[in-house]
């Protein structure tokens, strides 16, 4: 059977900026009056979008547009790698979707116009001036929109999990976990130049089958006052889990990660730095929606996969992984109290 061609946004459509990070720009759909009679569309205003006037493949979702990167992974290939690697890994209720759609001509010039206008207003973070759409992109991503703006009293938590498994190549007494342990030595990096540092949960605390331990790791999720009740859903979420057994079999990284091209250590460090979004609604009884997001396969080459290899060979050259550094007498990494004999043992 022929592939079914892929989608394309009416021209009429506008888009609002939402928020952005390294490589992507996301956007939400305002429906304003086109000509078009194939997408009849009423006037509405910002935040309160009445979906039911959007074409109906755009309602529920978000566009993703690409930044210009020094990848620039096209994303029909970022689309084929999805579907091909990351989908049979979860179910569908599980990820946040993407489907690939042909934009229209002119459309990433003027809104790199407006990129430069929200720099100037102040509306765009600070750390990403400078990066801009990339003009030879010819599609855009529908993704499911996981906001919570169109329904009153529902509230998104969101946050990385980031590496649910100590490395496989940490030292054995080891008392920091791999992301905590990455997070110290950058903030005392941060710290000898008067930078801002970062604050965050233990990822071994999220995943930890003692409900304190997931409730100690909300404090630093934000979103969700109710701290209680966010940590009864990560407690009991099949999808963190999930992530958590997926990230063990792609265990490839560190430094047992193969050199160069390899689709394990892309997916495993693609697994270790996705995104995780909860929507939760006011009424307890109702189902609460949880979907990974940015499940980007992370490309292996250009560098990347012996940049890992650095970071790794850095944090246990300089003792991050021991917590021996003046600078890590805070800390709340779950393995910073653990005697040596007690530990888990360190995967092969
Ligand atoms: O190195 P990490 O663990 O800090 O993760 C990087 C992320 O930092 P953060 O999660 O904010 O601490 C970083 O996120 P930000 O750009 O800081 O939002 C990227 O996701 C980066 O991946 P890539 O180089 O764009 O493929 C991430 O780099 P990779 O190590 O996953 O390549
Ligand atoms: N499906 C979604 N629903 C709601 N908000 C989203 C969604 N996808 C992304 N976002 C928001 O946009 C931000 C940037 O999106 P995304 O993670 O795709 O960018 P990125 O450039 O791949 O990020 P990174 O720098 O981590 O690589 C997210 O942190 C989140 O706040």
């Known amino acids: 059977m022929p592939k079914p061609a892929p989608l394309e946004l009416p021209e009429g459509v506008r888009l609002e900026y939402l928020a952005e990070g390294g490589a992507n720009v996301i956007y939400r759909f305002v429906a304003t009056p086109v000509k078009d009679a194939k997408w009849p569309v009423s006037n509405v205003t910002i935040n309160s979008i009445e979906h039911s006037s959007l074409p109906p493949e755009l309602r529920g979702k978000l566009l993703r547009l690409r930044k210009e990167t020094t990848v620039n992974t096209p994303y029909k290939e970022i689309a084929q790698n999805f579907n091909s690697v990351i989908r049979p890994l979860f179910s569908q209720e599980e990820l946040v979707d993407q489907t690939l759609i042909r934009l229209p ?110 409730f100690r790791a909300t404090a630093f999720i934000a979103g969700c006052n109710d701290r209680a009740r966010l940590a009864h859903i990560l407690y009991s979420s099949s999808t963190l889990r999930k992530l958590q057994s997926r990230q063990k079999a792609s265990g490839k990284v560190g430094l047992y990660g193969p050199t160069g091209i390899s689709q394990t250590t892309s997916l495993g460090m693609t697994l270790r730095d996705c995104t995780m979004f909860v ?12 979907r990974l997001g ?20 850095q944090l246990i050259d300089g003792g991050w992984y021991h917590g021996s550094h003046s600078s890590q007498t805070l800390s709340n990494c779950s393995l910073r109290n653990t005697p040596a004999t007690n530990r888990a043992p360190v995967q092969p």
């Open 105 to 214: 001509e002119g459309l990433i010039h003027r809104y790199n116009e407006q990129l430069r206008l929200l720099e100037i207003s102040g509306r765009r973070p600070k750390k990403r001036h400078g990066g801009y759409l990339a003009v030879n992109e010819p599609f855009g991503l529908l993704i499911t929109d996981m906001t919570a703006f169109d329904e009153p009293g529902t509230i998104l938590a969101e946050f990385k999990p980031k590496w649910l498994t100590q490395s496989p190549s940490a030292p054995a007494l080891a008392r920091r976990c791999r992301t905590c342990a990455l997070r110290e030595m950058k903030n005392h990096e941060a710290r000898e130049v008067a930078a801002k540092e970062q604050r965050s949960f233990c990822p071994l605390d999220l995943v930890s089958e003692h409900y304190e331990h997931v």
């Open 279 to 290: 929507k939760i609604p006011r009424d307890e009884k109702s189902p609460v929606e949880i």
């Open 294 to 313: 940015d499940l980007d396969l992370k490309c292996s080459t250009g560098g990347k996969a012996e940049y890992w290899k650095y970071i790794e060979l």
